[in-house]
């Protein structure tokens, strides 16, 4: 069974960074595709991102295009989300997920997930 563990959000102010960190138990990280998701209060759940087992290939939701990258160690067994230029509109719960065969920008392309970290964006 893989557990993810997310880190590093919290409260920041408009213009700040924030890299969120989600560690992964077991072997299946480095072989699969890992994604980041948010949901803001009363909203649905949102892909923010997506990067493949080897780092080849990454997609990034068009919200936050240019601002947030994802990357990952697959010695560390952990993935990262490094997020910049922050707005209000970008506070949400962020949730990492992993594939197991299958990745992308849907929620269902993933069979585990962590259990969030709330990151939260003053103006």
């Known amino acids: 069974q893989v557990q993810l563990v997310e880190s590093g959000g919290g409260l920041v102010q408009t213009g700040d960074s924030l890299r969120l960190s989600c560690v992964a138990s077991?072997?299946?990280?480095?072989?699969?595709?890992m994604g980041w998701f948010r949901q803001a209060p009363g909203e649905e759940r949102e892909f923010v991102g997506a990067?493949?087992?080897?780092?080849?290939?990454?997609y990034y939701g068009d919200s936050v295009k240019g601002r947030f990258t994802i990357s990952r160690d697959n010695a560390r067994n952990t993935g990262y989300l490094q997020m910049n230029s922050l707005k209000p509109e970008d506070t949400a719960v962020y949730y990492c997920?992993?594939?197991?065969?299958?990745?992308?920008?849907?929620?269902?392309?993933?069979?585990?997930w962590g259990q969030g970290t709330q990151v939260t964006v003053s103006s």
């Open positions: 077991g072997r299946a990280f480095s072989g699969n595709g």
């Open positions: 990067i493949s087992w080897d780092s080849g290939s990454t």
């Open positions: 997920a992993l594939g197991a065969g299958r990745w992308g920008m849907n929620g269902d392309d993933y069979k585990y």
